[in-house]
């Protein structure tokens, strides 16, 4: 198992303690690092759950000379059902402009 593996296992089981749940890691879909002392690591990654199923999350552990520590861990933020509505374009009439006619001619 590579280190975003290792990592992730420590992260879930601290996400799982906080929270009262039974995820189980499943595989890393992506990781970055900072060195600062140690290595701090940012990765995302997937865990199944028997109640509720595959979840991605997203945390952030410190890996340093002595000790590991997850800072944070929580379910990844899932995008809103019809992400596109956001970029419709705005139809509303502007000073005398209308969709109709864009250039007010």
């Known amino acids: 198992m590579n280190i975003l593996g290792a990592l992730s296992i420590q992260a879930i089981n601290y996400y799982n303690k906080l ?4 995820y189980v890691y499943d595989s ?3 990781g970055n690092w900072q060195g600062c002392a140690g290595l701090l ?3 995302t990654f997937r865990a199944i759950d028997t ?15 002595r ?8 379910l ?11 970029c419709k374009p705005d139809t509303q009439e502007v000073a005398g ?9």
């Not at 000790?67 to 929580?74: G, I, S």
């Open 41 to 43: 690591y940012r990765i």
């Open 51 to 65: 109640k509720e199923g595959l979840g991605e999350f997203q945390a952030i552990v410190f890996d340093g000379i």
């Open 19 to 22: 929270h009262g749940t039974n």
């Open 28 to 30: 890393a879909i992506m």
């Open 76 to 86: 990844k933020p899932k995008p809103p059902p019809d992400s596109s509505a956001s």
């Open 97 to 105: 402009l209308s969709s109709s006619d864009p250039l007010g001619s």
């Open 67 to 74: 000790e590991m520590v997850v800072e944070q861990c929580t």
